[in-house]
Every structure is written in structure tokens, then in C-alpha cells.
């Protein structure tokens, strides 16, 4: 049974040595980001199995926080106050990652790249330029749509087919070149072709002479992936067989290297 006042709750200890309330107002966080960032009290209740006094109660710790805020319709988003950690989570993750993108560059000879999902878009959180003149360059921070590159395809291709069929709705699917993939059912192919082979593939669909060779990273604490780019001239069908397994290495190395700076 939940505490029956505030100052019980957080002094309760979890199972797992922490603060309950603490824990209870992440996972709340949590699922407003898995909501698409604006939810309901009775939404949350259900996900969470929670009692609705308990969420109102967490819920209003964390707007006068700044962590959330309530909209004129009574539900509660995200807010913004999220933005400032969340720049400088992704500055830090993208700090930890540049030696294993190196270790990529040094192996591939192509740029390496780090990539989140972050809402319904990619963004870039670290790279490591080619050494070659003729390379790709993709800034840190920006911002593209899932469907049209290879780091989007690795990061969704778990994700269920009807939240990503919301997702491609919400965004739409423009088309980058004409090798971009336009339509639901022709990406959801492409994630059954990850799901099979254990890599993505951007071939000429974000730039025309640009291919991307793409991994999830396992068990990141937040969907993350990294890619090798380069002309297709280079980034070959016999390239990619020496590529990927680097690739697939350096990913499962950077997994465990966010699992050491996350001690349980």
C-alpha cells in the first residue's frame, strides 16, 4: 500500500535501496516521454498502477519544479526545465562515445556518428570526421526525420509496427532524394531487414553518393546508435561485410561502457 502522506513517502526506501517518491517521479517522467510527452492523471494511473492521489501529489511536486506543467485542458506535459538536463545528458553521452567513434574512424576510414532518438526526430550528439577529403559531414545537433537514414532505422526497428506507423504519421515522410523511403509499409520492410541482418542501411536516401551503415546500441539508458558514412564508392557491399562486425563490436563495447557510469 501506498504511503498515506507526503512525508512518509519520501522517507520510504524501495526495494532497491532508493527513495520512493524519487523513483516513482521518474517513472512518471518516464511515461509522459513514452506518451509523447502529454498525458492525463488517469492515463498515468492506469500505466503506472499508481492511485490517483499519489500521482497528483508527485505530479504537483514537479510543476512547482519546473519539471512539468499543466496545460489549460488539465493534462499535464513535459517541461522545461527538461530541456537544460537533457542538452547536457546529450553533451555528456556524446562525450563518452567520441573514443569509440574513433576506434570506428581509425578502423572504417569513413566519419562516425552518434545518434538519438529524441521524440519523434534524430539528433546528432557526437562525431568523428574521415580523414578522406571527399567525407560527410553531419553537424553535432542536427536534426532529422527517422525514416530516411540509417541511425532512424536502428533505433526504431524494436519498436512496435503500430507506434511506428504514429510516429511516421505525425512526422510524415518526405522525401530526401529519390531513393527515400515514403511509405509506412516500405519502412516497415526496412526494420524486418534490420531485425534479420543486425544493421541499418542508408543507401543514398538522406544524400545522393552517401551510404550509412547503422547499429543500435544495446541497453543504452536511452535509444541511442552509431553509424559509419561515407561515398558510396567507398562504403561498398564488400566494405560493408568488414565494416558491420566492427560496427556491432564498438556498439556492444559503448553499451558497457554507459552501464559502468550507471552503477546499480
Not at 75 to 96: F, Q, V
Request: hydrophobic share 40%.
Amino acid at each position: 500500500m501506498p504511503p498515506s502522506s507526503a512525508s512518509s513517502t519520501d522517507s520510504t526506501k524501495s526495494a532497491t535501496g532508493g527513495v520512493q517518491s524519487l523513483e516513482r517521479a521518474f517513472d512518471l517522467l518516464e511515461r509522459m516521454a513514452d506518451a509523447g510527452g502529454e498525458v492525463g492523471l488517469s492515463e498515468l494511473s492506469a500505466s503506472s498502477g499508481l492511485p490517483l492521489p499519489t500521482i497528483h501529489r508527485l505530479m504537483r511536486t514537479l510543476v512547482v519544479c519546473g519539471y512539468v506543467r499543466q496545460q489549460a485542458n488539465r493534462r499535464y506535459a513535459l517541461g522545461p526545465r527538461l530541456i537544460r538536463l537533457g542538452e547536457s545528458a546529450s553533451r555528456l553521452l556524446g562525450t563518452w562515445a567520441r573514443p569509440y567513434l574513433a576506434r570506428l574512424v581509425e578502423a572504417t576510414g569513413e566519419t562516425a556518428n552518434m545518434a538519438l532518438l529524441d521524440g519523434d526526430e534524430i539528433v546528432y550528439v557526437a562525431q568523428v570526421p574521415s580523414k578522406h577529403s571527399m567525407r560527410m559531414f553531419t553537424e553535432v545537433g542536427r536534426r532529422v526525420l527517422p525514416h530516411s537514414t540509417g541511425v532512424g532505422k536502428a533505433l526504431l526497428a524494436n519498436t512496435p509496427d503500430h507506434e511506428v506507423r504514429a510516429l511516421l504519421a505525425r512526422t510524415g515522410m518526405p522525401a530526401a532524394t529519390d531513393k527515400t523511403i515514403t511509405t509506412p509499409e516500405g519502412f516497415l520492410a526496412a526494420l524486418e531487414d534490420v531485425r534479420r541482418l543486425g544493421y541499418a542501411i542508408d543507401d543514398n536516401e538522406q544524400e545522393i553518393g552517401v551510404r550509412c551503415l547503422a547499429v543500435s546500441v544495446p541497453n543504452s539508458p536511452t535509444a541511442a546508435a552509431i553509424s559509419i558514412s561515407g561515398p558510396a564508392g567507398r562504403v561498398t557491399e564488400s566494405a560493408t561485410e568488414k565494416i558491420v562486425p566492427v560496427l556491432q563490436q564498438v556498439a556492444g563495447e559503448l553499451s558497457e561502457a554507459l552501464a559502468s557510469q550507471n552503477p546499480a
